[in-house]
């Protein structure tokens, strides 16, 4: 497809448990970026992934989670020892250049539930 | 500290009339704002984007002023219809920070027929 892909787009697990969420960004674009969005917020930026370059985990909550990016391509976001507090919807986005003039396409998220 | 406010209250209009959203920032310095929709359980979509020495960006039905003195962007559409019905989330882009998009919480607008 043509544009940004998550999965799976809803993931139900109890407290404790490890997740992973996937991200096939669009092609060619290098720079991808993770937010997560809880009930009636704004986009909380997690991670952003530019080219090889050492990634930008400043907004990254915990030590919990951890994100990479294989061969400048898909993105796995991973949280360990799941917690209430992480149900939110997890968004990914990608863009031609990580810059500030261009457009970040977004995927559908996956929504995240934790009992 | 650093905020980004837009409307609080859901908007809601009649068909035909024009829309009008406001974000406000403290604390920041944008070089550039964005403009996205977002439909329930969608991704949000890129709308429009304004650097800081323009005052004004048109697209379409869209109109977008930045006020960096007031520090606020006001986001209009005209001629509204019920298929504008959406979430419309404003993010900045400081000078000093390039690559990352600061989101408000967006303003939910209902466009009644």
């Known amino acids: 497809g043509a544009g940004v892909s998550q999965s799976p787009s809803n993931k139900v697990t109890e407290k404790g448990k490890d997740v992973e969420l996937r991200c096939d960004p669009i092609s060619g674009h290098t720079a991808l970026y993770w937010y997560r969005q809880s009930l009636g917020q704004g986009l909380e930026f997690l991670i952003y992934f530019q080219g090889n370059s050492a990634p930008d985990k400043s907004g990254l909550p915990s030590d919990r989670f951890s994100a990479e990016r294989t061969g400048g391509s898909v993105s796995t976001l991973t949280i360990q020892r799941t917690q209430q507090e992480d149900s939110a919807v997890y968004l990914c986005a990608s863009s031609t250049y990580g810059t500030a003039t261009q457009p970040q396409h977004f995927g559908d998220g996956t929504r995240l539930s934790i009992l | 500290s650093q905020k980004i406010e837009q409307n609080s209250e859901a908007l809601n209009i009649q068909e035909g009339k024009t829309a009008t959203l406001t974000c406000n920032y403290t604390?920041?310095?944008?070089?550039?704002l964005q403009w996205y929709r977002q439909d329930p359980g969608r991704g949000p979509v890129f709308l429009l984007l304004i650097r800081e020495n323009e005052k004004e960006k048109r697209k379409e039905r869209l109109k977008v002023t930045f006020d960096t003195t007031l520090k606020q962007s006001l986001f209009h559409i005209t001629a509204s219809q019920p298929a504008d019905s959406a979430t419309y989330l404003c993010a900045l882009i400081s000078s000093g920070s390039a690559r990352q998009l600061t989101f408000g919480s967006g303003t939910q607008l209902t466009v009644l027929p």
């Open positions: 604390n920041y310095s944008p070089a550039y």
